[in-house]
């Protein structure tokens, strides 16, 4: 974003109407919250780093979710079933 505002002053009137994603973003909610205000500008998800090797990437389920894509709300859910015990034969016995 640094870069971005030392290229273009007036960035955040560009990017008031578009839907941001901070892309690698180690950022917790509350640092989320404050460079929005900081900003100006509203950012639509935050994707942590990624691991290549994993087959279920659940940040860019969730991404593909909210952007309007229902199969993956569908993966998602059963992905965050699968991790917490949720679900299958032997599911209410793991809690």
């Known amino acids: 974003l640094n870069k971005m505002v030392k290229r273009k002053k007036r960035i955040s009137e560009v990017l008031k109407d578009k839907k941001v994603i901070l892309n690698q973003s180690l950022l917790n909610e509350s640092d989320i919250v ?3 205000y900081d900003t100006n500008i509203k950012f639509f998800a935050n994707i942590p ?3 290549d090797r994993s087959d279920i990437n659940v940040p860019i389920n969730n991404l593909l979710a909210k ?3 229902g199969r993956q709300a569908d993966e998602a859910d059963q992905e965050e079933k699968k991790l917490s015990g949720q679900g299958g034969l032997l599911g209410f016995l793991k809690k």
């Open 34 to 36: 404050n460079l929005e």
């Open 49 to 51: 780093p990624i691991d």
């Open 67 to 69: 952007l309007g894509f």
